[in-house]
């Protein structure tokens, strides 16, 4: 049995997927409303209208039936991941966990793996990230993905989540993949923003390239491999956010951009994201421009002119 910890549309896309492979499936919702609704609608109408979950697929708002699952996908906002590890450490130690947030901590200022290790040390951890859409894997369009984990127990995540539309590529690089796509949400949001602003597809290109290159600077500096950040979890993923509107960050910056109002109740990853990694950035003496602008617009501690003003004045330099 496959468990999944978090009912919205990438917790839901995935059960699907594999609900349609004839897998068992078991797909926890905190709102006891929300999993009733669910179970006699077959779908989840709030954030994947019109998808019917396959037979083999259950849901439920009880923790203990994720009891005794092969593995647990935890498809939950990463600020909310540690006060969900917690408390349910004691039911989670020893089963294989694979992250499926992507972000950093704002309290520890770590990724998903680090807090699977730190309540869970018993448990394979695993990250699952890259381009992809919830949309996209519920219609059971073509998607690849990473799946990293450092463990011997790798193999055999891998077959048991690919399926026929939804291909994993295995890779050891925990911090790398983690940090790809923490990182491209910060980039999408910039590139969103200059969009918004009406400052030229020309911008748009070079902004991106050169958040691509902070991307880079930090993962090194954890001791990702750089062809890591050039795969799935890195450059596809960063591809797929700053230039789709489906994309909720590259849409929170063009509100930001155009000084339009968001969706408060929509989450948006790349904002507390920013926000840890200006501050991971400053503590290690990293130079990240354009993450540091995108925190520094978010807490309105500039205004988007000066923002400009200051990625445009930086020093020359070589590439």
Known sequence: ????????????ALAVALGREGREVRLWARDPDHVAAMVQSRQNTGRLPGVILPDSVSVTAQMADLGGAEVVLLALPMQSL????QPNAGLLDGTALVACCKGVDLGSLRGPSALIERFCPDS?????????????????????L???????????????????TLRLYRSSDVVGAELGG????IIAIAAGVVTG?????????????????????LALHHGARAETLSGLSGFGDLVLTCTSTQS??????????????????????????AQAVSRLAASLAIDMPVAG??????????????????????PLKEE
């Open 197 to 217: 602003a009406g400052l030229g597809e020309s911008a748009r290109a070079a902004l991106i390239t050169r958040g691509f290159a902070e991307m880079q600077r």
């Open 82 to 85: 540690a006060a969900f590890l």
């Open 146 to 164: 990473t799946l990293a984990c450092a463990r011997p127990e790798a193999e055999d995540l891998q077959r048991l989540l690919s399926t026929a």
């Open 293 to 314: 602008m995108v925190a520094r617009l978010i807490a309105h501690d500039i205004t988007l002119d000066q923002a400009i003003r200051s990625l445009m004045s930086r």
């Open 182 to 185: 923490a990182l491209k949400n």
């Open 1 to 12: 049995m496959i468990g999944i910890a978090g009912a919205g549309a990438f917790g839901t």
């Open 248 to 273: 909720r960050n590259l849409r929170y910056g063009l509100a930001l951009g155009s000084g339009q109002a968001f969706d408060a109740r929509t989450t948006v990853e790349g904002v507390a994201t």
């Open 124 to 144: 394979a951890a695993a990250i699952l990230t890259g381009p992809s859409f919830a949309a996209d894997i519920a219609r059971g369009l073509p998607t690849a």
